[in-house]
C-alpha cells in the first residue's frame, strides 16, 4: 500500500514535470478543478435567481486583483425578454499588453432560462469555458500580454429566456448590449479579433469549422492547432453557428467561435445531441484532456494574432 502510493506520488510528480516541460502554459486539470469549483459555487445560473448571483460572486472573486488595478468592468444593463425586463450583467477582465489593440476571448456563464425545470447545470455549455476564461486570466496574470491586450469578456444572456428556443430578439443579450456599447464609445475599432469559446470539454469533443467565422481566424486556429499537437482535435466538422460572436461579426469586426456543437449521440426526434440542453451535461461527460487542448489552443491563439 504504502509503496503503491509512493509509486503513484512519483508517477504524479512526472506527469506533471513533463506537462510543464511540453509546454502547457494553462493546466487543463486546473480548467476542470475550476468547473467543479464553478458548478459547486453555482450550479444554476439562470438570470434572475440567486445562483446566477452567485456565479457573478464567483467570477469577481477571480479578479479581486484586476478590480483593484481599475481592470475589471462590471457592464450591467437591463434587457427586454420574454419573461420581462432583467437585470444582466458582463464582466471584462482586462490585461493590458504592449501594442495597440485588443483580442477578446469571451464565453457566457449563465445558465439557459426554460431548462431550469429540469434542472440543468452546463458543465460543458458556459461552465467549463467560463472556467478556461478564469485559468486564461492567470495565466495572463503572471504572464503579461506583450503584444496586444487580452480582454477576457464573461457574457450574460447568451441563451434563450423564452420558450421557442434562441431566435434573434431572444438571446445573444450581452454580447449585443456591448457591441453596442462599444460601438458608441470608439472601443470596437481597436478589437483585432473576437474569440468565442464555447462548449469545450466533451471527452470526445472535435472543434468544428464554423461557418461565420473569420476566414483568417479559421486559418490560425488550425496552426496553432498544429502547432500544439492538437491537429486530429479540429475541423472534423464544418458547422454554422449563431453564438456570441454574430454581433462582433454584423459591426465588421474578425470573429471566431471556437466551438464544438456535437455534444453526445445525434437524436433525430430531438433533432439535437443527447446532452445538448439536456440534464445530462454534466461534469462526467468532460475530460482533462479536452480542457487542455483548448487551453493550449486559446493561448497559442493569442500569440498568433499577435504577429498577424
Ligand atoms: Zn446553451
Known amino acids: 500500500m504504502n509503496l503503491l502510493r509512493t509509486l503513484a ?86 490585461f493590458p499588453g504592449k501594442k495597440d489593440g485588443v483580442i477578446v476571448l469571451a464565453s457566457h456563464y449563465e445558465t439557459n432560462y426554460p431548462l431550469q425545470s429540469i434542472g440543468f447545470v452546463g458543465a460543458n455549455d458556459g461552465a467549463c469555458t467560463t472556467a478556461l476564461l478564469i485559468a486564461l486570466g492567470d ?40 457591441a453596442a456599447k462599444w460601438s458608441g464609445d470608439g472601443t470596437i475599432g481597436k478589437i483585432k479579433a473576437f474569440v468565442v469559446a464555447d462548449m469545450l470539454g466533451w471527452k470526445s469533443m472535435n472543434i468544428d469549422r464554423e461557418g461565420n467565422s473569420t476566414p483568417w481566424l479559421l486559418d490560425l486556429l488550425a496552426k496553432a492547432a498544429k502547432t500544439t499537437g492538437h491537429s486530429s482535435s479540429v475541423f472534423a ?34 433533432g439535437d445531441y443527447a446532452f445538448h440542453h439536456t440534464a445530462k451535461d454534466t461534469i462526467d461527460k468532460l475530460s482533462v484532456a479536452s480542457l487542455q487542448t483548448s487551453a493550449d489552443l486559446f493561448v497559442e491563439l493569442v500569440k498568433l494574432i499577435d504577429q498577424h
Not at 487580452?150 to 445573444?172: R, T
Open 139 to 178: 495565466y495572463y496574470r503572471t504572464h503579461p500580454p506583450q503584444g496586444y491586450s487580452v480582454w477576457l469578456v464573461f457574457d450574460d444572456g447568451e441563451e434563450a429566456v423564452g420558450k421557442e428556443g434562441m431566435v434573434p430578439s431572444d438571446s445573444l443579450y450581452g454580447v449585443r448590449h456591448l
Open 237 to 270: 466538422n464544418e458547422m454554422t453557428i449563431e453564438d456570441d460572436h454574430i454581433p462582433f461579426k454584423q459591426r465588421g469586426v474578425p470573429v471566431l467561435d471556437v466551438i464544438c456543437y456535437e455534444y453526445g449521440p445525434y437524436e433525430q426526434n430531438r
Open 9 to 94: 506520488a512519483a508517477l504524479a510528480l512526472t506527469t506533471t514535470t513533463l506537462a510543464s516541460a511540453q509546454g502547457h502554459p494553462v493546466s487543463g486539470a486546473k480548467v476542470m478543478d475550476l468547473t467543479k469549483q464553478y458548478l459547486a459555487a453555482a450550479p444554476h445560473r439562470a438570470i434572475g435567481t440567486p445562483g446566477h448571483e452567485a456565479a457573478e460572486k464567483f467570477i469577481r472573486d477571480h479578479f479581486a486583483t484586476e478590480a483593484s488595478k481599475g481592470n475589471l468592468v462590471v457592464d450591467k444593463f437591463t434587457a427586454h425578454t420574454p419573461v420581462g425586463m432583467q437585470p444582466m450583467t458582463n464582466y471584462i477582465a482586462k
